[in-house]
């Protein structure tokens, strides 16, 4: 069965969290035990979110720079892991994704932030997406 795009999306979010706590090349293992710990994904679903994760991870400097010039007075590293995952991901469908209009970008975002992270969490992604918007 095919899965959602909200469900894809989390597991692109999920895989993008990883990278916090793994050098870029220790990720390859880390989607490759990912994949075998999640035995429902299938092929095709595979190909789509590695497909999306690359091309999150070959701009991710790029990313970082505008979260970086949005977020005035702060570092990145004073974000958490999950939010800056989030909104990674978010500014690659905003910018790369055309198949994402940007306000289901940011949506997406919000309630992903609504699952994974604090209560002020989906009020600061949404603003610092609406700013990108």
């Not at 999306?9 to 990883?18: K, P, S």
């Not at 905003?94 to 949506?107: C, F, K, L, R, S």
């Not at 992903?112 to 700013?131: D, H, Q, T, W």
Request: with cysteine; glycine share 4%.
């Amino acid at each position: 069965m095919k899965m959602s795009r909200r469900k894809l999306r989390e597991n692109i979010f999920r895989l993008l969290f990883r990278i916090e706590f793994n050098t870029r090349e220790e990720l390859d293992e880390q989607v490759t035990l990912f994949f075998q710990s999640q035995p429902e994904i299938d092929a095709e679903d595979s190909e789509y979110i590695n497909r999306k994760l690359c091309a999150i991870l070959n701009h991710l400097p790029d990313y970082d720079e505008k979260i970086r010039q949005i977020c005035e007075g702060w570092r990145l590293s004073r974000l958490g892991k999950t939010e800056l995952a989030i909104l990674r991901l978010a500014v690659y469908e905003i910018e790369e994704d055309d198949d994402i209009p940007t306000g289901v970008a940011i949506n997406e975002a919000v309630e992903l932030a609504k699952i994974y992270c604090s209560e002020e969490a989906p009020r600061f992604i949404n603003g610092v997406l609406a700013k990108l918007a």
